[in-house]
């Protein structure tokens, strides 16, 4: 009983700071496009576009400085969070992987975790210069089990068919993911 009720809390810990990494990933994404427009119509690929539909003068210098040119601010931040998220979850699965009295199981299935997100961060590296090398000024890609997400700085009318297709080319092309599975959001 006392091993079922030890297993109980470290499963429960385990969830709780999956909820957080997700959730602190969710928050950032969507404090920076709260009015994203959906679908856009130049997509081919089946790639889902998220645009932002209140970008005005007055927000015209929020991701791009008084030359036009992207501010790396926002994708250094977002990096940044990305990254204490699956820090804070890497250190809680070794914390449980060391807890005494974890079974087997519990060790084996933490220490695979830290192992996936060690390959998804080196993944999401790839993809970033990748996507880059294309022509793109920055990029932050975000790979979950429920697919990838590519955020990019965006001309005022938009990315291109053209932009998207190199996007899903890139993702496709190094990864398992399908079109359906690529979530392109424009930073304007």
């Known amino acids: 009983m006392k091993t079922f009720k030890r297993n109980a809390v470290i499963i429960t810990v385990l969830l709780f700071v999956c909820v957080a990494a997700y959730l602190n990933w969710s928050y950032n994404k969507n404090s920076d496009s709260e009015t994203a427009a959906g679908v856009s119509p130049q997509d081919t690929a089946g790639a889902a576009v998220d645009q932002d539909a209140s970008a005005t003068a007055s927000d015209a210098g929020l991701y791009y400085d008084a030359n036009g040119t992207v501010n790396k601010e926002y994708f250094d931040t977002a990096r940044l969070n990305r990254q204490q998220a699956r820090d804070a979850a890497a250190e809680t699965l070794a914390a449980v992987s060391k ?26 590296a790839q993809l ?5 090398s294309k022509g793109f000024a920055d990029c932050v890609v975000y790979i979950s089990k429920d697919g990838v997400n590519v955020t990019v700085p965006a001309p005022k009318e938009g990315l291109a068919a053209s932009s998207v297709a190199k996007i899903t080319d890139v993702v496709m092309s190094q990864t398992d993911y399908k079109a359906a599975d690529l979530k392109i959001i424009e930073v304007k």
């Open 128 to 132: 970033e210069n990748l996507i880059i």
């Open 99 to 124: 807890t005494d009295g974890a079974s087997k199981d519990m060790v084996n299935t933490a220490l695979k975790e830290i192992s996936d997100i060690a390959a998804d961060t080196v993944k999401e």
